[in-house]
């Protein structure tokens, strides 16, 4: 099903100089099928660079790294690079990426529906 | 005198609150953690990467500047009742002044006829290594901090340290742990890491929001650490928010840069980091490793980088990207000489037909910087005045055009550890 990442993933997002990071993880407090772990999975698989500059098209020609922490149910992305020469500096849209991770929650996408 | 204290029984965990996570944060978050409940420390945080060019511009104007000063009004409030509590105080807010905030706390204490030993941390200012740069300082870690403490301070004030070590030096102080202690030490690093951008811990700025309870402001968080390194985050009774595992993770997964969260004092392994619920706003953090830091130590180093100014356009209507293409040529021709930087970003279309004269209009936004304030400042407000007759039908601005404002460029810089000479001194 065509669905919001938000519907069981959270965000949050900063700067650190130029570079925007952010982390999305399985939100625990809406386990009632026991889906957790099978979403923590998808998730895991589901994030990659080349996936995450579909979801924030202006990431496309910036490195982009993944790091997957499975213990804490989620990645943290590294997009070198998104925010210019850093807050001060930026023209960005956002310039210390706060909405990043909510507009990501907000994209959709084709979710497995027995996660759903 | 020096007043020795007693050293917290192994038994019982220290309770460090935060009441500051930047620079501009809640005025009355230190009032609220010292009244909340029973405290060992309380610590802030008032150093962003960009506070450090805001501090570093203030000092130009006034070489005694250079410090947060909302902290001195915290104290001026607070400090009578700390010290009556044995609520011991910890904050980077010294920026690049701690040793002057130090004197000027003393003043304070001074002047409300209290003895308070006020301790300083400088050695941070590695400006000589980055010539060219308006600040430069090492990030430290939690031995200035921890050795000022155990001179009986009770009010600590650092320049840039890391905002874990907030935590660390007191824990440091309280257990004296050895610096190859790395796993109770990463232990500490994680709950400073989750406390230090306070109310963030507890669910501000978090995607779950609608499930939080939001009747009353979002607490600040307190970490009980304990002599492995092991703590549960919580906060004061009655406040807002929450702390659950969600809200915690949210905290741990922010502003990290990899699996390894590198600190002066401990290189943390963030996939060792086990939380559990642990009663309600109860999350305990335990499991962490943490092995041999690096050798060197990161800088923030800032510098000055130019000016720049902005003007917002209002277009409603019919032939939006029209509208927008001719005032950008007639704004553009009047740029002589031209901003180093000119850009131009349109918020979106509107659609047709639309409801509302709000729906029907977007935002085109000019940002220009360059090298000299004459070339962005009143040059280019001035142009988009004077167009306001003269162009596109129905044109607005959203602010009356400003001067512009120079800004800095931040960047991570290294030095050896050799080079820094951390020292403790007291006000």
Known sequence: MRVPLGTF???????????ANV???????????????????????????????????????????????????GVNVVVHGLLGLGVAASTRFDPQAKGLGEWLRSRLLEIPDELL | MVEQRAPASAAKPIRVANCSGFYGDRLSAMREMLDGGSLDYVTGDYLAELTMLILGRDR??????????????????????????????????GGLNPMGLAARIAEVARRLGLSARIAYVTGDDVVAHFPDALTANAYLGAAGIASA????????????????????????????????????????????????????????????????????????????????????????????????????????????????????DVAVDLTSVRLT????????????????????????????GGHRNSVEFVLTGLDVARKAAWVREQLEALLDPRPALVEWTLDRLPGPDAETEEAASCRLRLTVQDPSAEVVGRQVSSAAVELALASYPGLSLTAPPGRGAPFGVYEAGWVDRADVGEEVGFG
């Open chain 1, 9 to 19: 993933v959270h965000a949050r997002s900063g700067d650190k100089g130029g570079d």
């Open chain 1, 23 to 73: 982390g999305l993880w399985v939100r625990h407090d809406d386990d009632q099928g026991g889906q957790r772990e099978e979403r923590v999975a998808w998730l895991l698989r589901f994030v990659t660079p080349e996936t995450f500059r579909l979801l924030c098209p202006e990431a496309a020609d910036l490195e982009v790294e993944v790091h997957p922490l499975a213990n804490l149910g």
């Open chain 2, 60 to 93: 130009l104007k006034d070489p005694a500047l250079g410090y947060a000063r909302t902290f001195l009004t915290q104290l001026e409030d607070c400090l009578v009742d700390a010290l009556e509590r044995r609520v011991r105080i910890v904050s980077n807010a």
């Open chain 2, 149 to 264: 403490l155990g001179q009986g301070a009770d009010v600590v004030v650092t320049g840039r340290v890391t905002d874990a070590s907030l935590l660390v030096g007191p824990a440091v102080a309280t257990y004296g742990w050895q610096a190859s202690q790395y796993d109770a030490l990463a232990g500490a690093v994680v709950a400073g890491h989750v406390i230090e951008c306070g109310a963030q811990a507890c669910g501000g700025n978090f995607s779950g929001f609608a499930d939080l309870p939001r009747s009353r402001p979002i607490g600040f968080p307190i970490a009980e650490v304990a002599e492995d390194g092991s703590s549960v985050i919580t906060k004061h009774e009655g406040t807002g928010g929450a702390v659950t595992v969600d809200t915690v993770t949210a905290q741990l997964l922010y502003e990290i840069q990899g699996p390894t969260y590198l600190n002066p």
């Open chain 2, 277 to 304: 619920q642990d009663g309600p706003d109860r999350v305990r953090i335990h499991g962490v490793r943490g092995s041999e830091p690096p050798q060197r130590l990161k800088v923030s180093v800032n510098r000055l």
